[in-house]
């Protein structure tokens, strides 16, 4: 099983609507959850980390389910600048490692 | 703001070269990583470096090594770049490992 697993899409969504990503880890131990943004064609950049209570950031709420071992991410009234590839990340205690998923991508309709 | 530099942005090279990639950063952060990007795989971690002179081996090191001379340059080398080397090569460094990665902008790198 991979260490983190993410459902590459694409997720094509109007704008104004909600949308939810998932992405599953395997290492139980994994610390640390994070969710990073990567536009086309350019660097991956730090959106927010997420936090066992679940963090709101505007129109962006994160959420970690340890139990079921997965955290979410959901974008309220996209905008069609929110379209680009989001990354789950986490932190391995194991390794001290940061651990990338290979992204969601995420298109926002006119 | 924090900032990482890549010395080429594209770079086309053939099989048997050596490639030299240059990454630089200038808030004076410890750690320095190197991954590259593929589609379907996300980025993968090479090497990493905690400190001048220091580095790890990570995840896919073959083909690879690094040299870190200085606490501001992270250099990854290929002494003899094969096809499978095509990628997307992302230098990122950090103060502590918080989760906080500053990435450069990227070096494309084609093996013909």
């Known amino acids: 099983r991979k260490e983190v697993e993410q459902d590459p899409g694409p997720f094509n969504v109007p704008e104004g609507a909600t949308v939810a990503f998932n992405c599953t880890y395997s290492?139980?131990?994994?610390?640390?959850f994070f969710w990073y943004r990567q536009d086309c064609r350019k660097e991956p950049k730090l959106l927010m980390s997420v936090y066992s209570s679940g963090n709101e950031d505007g129109r962006f709420t994160a959420q970690l389910n340890r139990a079921s071992q997965y955290i979410s991410l959901l974008i309220r009234d996209s905008k069609l600048s929110d379209s680009a590839t989001y990354l789950c990340?986490?932190?391995?205690?194991?390794?001290?490692?940061?651990?990338f998923g290979q992204g969601t991508t995420l298109q926002v309709k006119p | 703001d924090v900032k990482v530099t890549q010395s080429s942005r594209y770079l086309v090279k053939r099989t048997g070269e050596k490639v030299f990639l240059e990454c630089v950063q200038d808030m004076d952060h410890e750690n320095m990583f190197w991954y590259r990007q593929d589609p379907g795989l996300g980025l993968r971690l090479i090497y990493f470096?905690?400190?001048?002179?220091?580095?790890e081996k990570g995840d896919i090191p073959e083909g690879y090594s690094v040299s870190r001379e200085k606490k501001e340059r992270f250099s990854l080398i290929l002494e003899s770049a094969s096809t499978n080397q095509t990628s997307m090569y992302l230098c990122?460094?950090?103060?502590?490992?918080?989760?906080?990665?500053?990435f450069g902008e990227g070096s494309r790198l084609t093996v013909l």
């Open positions: 290492n139980s131990a994994s610390q640390s």
């Open positions: 470096s905690y400190d001048v002179k220091m580095k």
């Open positions: 990122a460094s950090c103060v502590l490992n918080t989760g906080e990665l500053f």
């Open positions: 990340v986490f932190l391995s205690s194991n390794t001290g490692k940061l651990i």
